[in-house]
């Protein structure tokens, strides 16, 4: 039964078609991290608050997504979600990278050696 399952599903795998990813949603996903990095940076070395950094760049990133689709609608182009899905997202993968790396300095628990 289970190699049955495994040739339909093999069979089926070759109908499908694959998601597409258009450079500008690429370059909606750069300006997000890049967006969200600054405003971490900034944030955080105002008030030394991992949180409040990480949830103000994370908003300014969907925000900056958010305003950019609005404006392409006021030039008579259409609401694209995709494209703020793309910016937020760019703006979660560095909000998060950054936190991980941002924080609590280890202390040097080793010996330590005179000369």
């Keep these: 039964m289970k190699a049955i399952v495994l040739i339909l599903a093999l069979f089926y795998t070759g109908l499908c078609n694959a998601q597409f ?3 500008d949603d690429k370059l909606h996903l750069g300006a997000g991290a890049l967006i969200s990095a600054t ?3 900034i944030v955080y070395s105002t ?3 991992k949180k409040k950094a990480f ?3 994370l908003g300014v990133s969907a925000l900056a ?3 950019k689709e609005l404006i ?4 008579n182009e259409r609401f694209d979600t995709g494209e703020i899905i793309a910016t937020t997202t760019g703006g979660l993968i560095a909000s998060t990278t950054i936190s991980l790396f941002v924080g609590k300095k ?3 628990k080793g010996i330590a050696f005179v000369n």
């Design 55 to 57: 949830w103000y760049s």
């Design 21 to 23: 990813i258009s450079t």
């Design 39 to 41: 405003t971490y940076t």
């Design 72 to 75: 392409d609608v006021s030039e």
């Design 65 to 67: 997504g958010i305003t």
């Design 47 to 49: 008030t030394k608050n």
């Design 106 to 108: 280890k202390k040097n």
